[in-house]
């Protein structure tokens, strides 16, 4: 199932045609490129990418023992440093083959109580803030364009997704070493992302998806210059019912003499606000009933998001349990009807 490609341009100006592409792109796989050129707010978050991908070149240059300060795992936070082989991916005990840094959203906009950085964030955080802001209004338009095809009251999405409030919303840097191709043991396992909304940016291939269905193979998302990914999240799963879909991937090795590069990747992550409740949303016509007798879990975006990201991280438990660690995959797997 090739990914579709929407323009940013496009969909700003309500486009009939390229609106029905992005519905169908939300509800079938969940996964769609974004053309950004010719456009300021595009543009913008491209130069701004840009320069977190150099940010991040010098961040992954520390010392491991300088850059393991900031781990905060064992404070229950999942802000800060990764290191690498920090995660379980598989019930044989393999471990991952990427670090990676994690900046909170509330860190930069004074939401919250600033955490401990490295000098080479705490002297960006102009640039990290101007990402996350054109991120962000990525996010919104996303967000009210599901917000009226859900014909959900006005700003429903929206207003739980503000920028000046309590989420878990970040900015994941990522540093992927040299690994040979063996097929075998991804870098990153297959899951579905925890929140709302990701916008990601690769130079290098090793992204691959899995589309619905039980006999479907895994498919590679090929970077594209001048194109984000988008991809949606659990939230947007249990919020519909089942009719958005979190579309499980992973990352592997890079293709071909990719291989032999070190990988980076730039993600923004959007999250429903902390004391949302996962569950199906009220006051839209389409959005499918729950099946009889079914109740759905009480579980908090902060509290869904903690589970799911420290769940498999080797330092915080004698056995990791895989399965605590799952997200909406099982609704992932079915084919619509």
């Known amino acids: 199932m090739p990914l579709d490609r929407l323009s940013l341009v496009k969909l700003l100006q309500h486009d009939s045609d390229e609106v029905q592409k992005f519905c169908r792109a939300c509800e079938d796989i969940g996964f769609f490129y974004l053309d950004l050129r010719d456009q300021e707010l595009g543009d913008s978050i491209l130069s701004a990418a840009d320069e977190?991908?150099?940010?991040?070149?010098?961040?992954?240059?520390?010392?491991?023992?300088e850059k393991s300060k900031y781990d905060h795992s064992k404070k229950r936070s999942y802000f800060g440093y990764k290191p690498l082989g920090a995660g379980q991916v598989d019930e044989k005990g393999n471990l991952d083959s990427v670090e990676f840094y994690n900046i909170a959203k509330d860190d930069l906009f004074g939401v919250m109580e600033p955490l401990p950085q490295p000098?080479?964030?705490?002297?960006?955080?102009?640039?990290?803030?101007?990402?996350?802001?054109?991120?962000?209004?990525?996010?919104?338009?996303?967000l009210d364009l599901l917000n009226e095809h859900l014909r959900l009251p006005p700003s429903t999405l929206a207003n739980m997704h503000r920028i000046d409030h309590h989420s878990g919303d970040q900015?994941?840097?990522?540093?992927?070493?040299?690994q040979p191709m063996t097929g075998e043991v991804p870098r990153l396992a297959g899951h579905t992302d925890f929140g709302s909304v990701t916008v990601l940016f690769n130079r290098l291939?090793?992204?691959?998806?899995?589309?619905?269905?039980?006999?479907?193979?895994?498919?590679?998302?090929?970077?594209?210059?001048?194109?984000?990914?988008i991809n949606l999240g659990d939230s947007l799963v249990k919020f519909t019912n089942g009719l958005l879909r979190s579309n499980i991937h992973r990352v592997i090795s890079s293709?071909?003499?990719q291989a032999a590069s070190t990988r980076y990747s730039l993600v923004y992550f959007s999250r429903p606000e902390d004391d949302v409740l996962l569950k199906r949303l009220q006051g839209s016509t389409i959005i499918p009933p729950l099946p009889e007798g079914v109740l759905e879990e009480d579980v908090s975006s902060k509290d869904w998001i903690i589970r799911r990201a420290l769940a498999n991280r080797t330092n915080l438990h004698d056995k990791v349990d895989l399965e605590s660690a799952r997200g909406t995959e099982q609704i992932s797997?079915?084919?619509k009807v």
């Open 52 to 65: 977190l991908f150099k940010i991040s070149e010098q961040l992954f240059a520390l010392d491991v023992q």
């Open 333 to 335: 797997r079915r084919i």
């Open 119 to 142: 000098d080479i964030i705490q002297n960006n955080k102009s640039k990290l803030k101007s990402f996350v802001s054109d991120s962000h209004a990525i996010v919104t338009l996303v």
């Open 171 to 178: 900015i994941r840097m990522t540093r992927s070493p040299p």
């Open 205 to 229: 291939g090793g992204l691959q998806v899995l589309p619905p269905g039980q006999d479907a193979e895994w498919k590679w998302v090929k970077p594209l210059p001048g194109h984000c990914i």
């Open 255 to 257: 293709p071909g003499a």
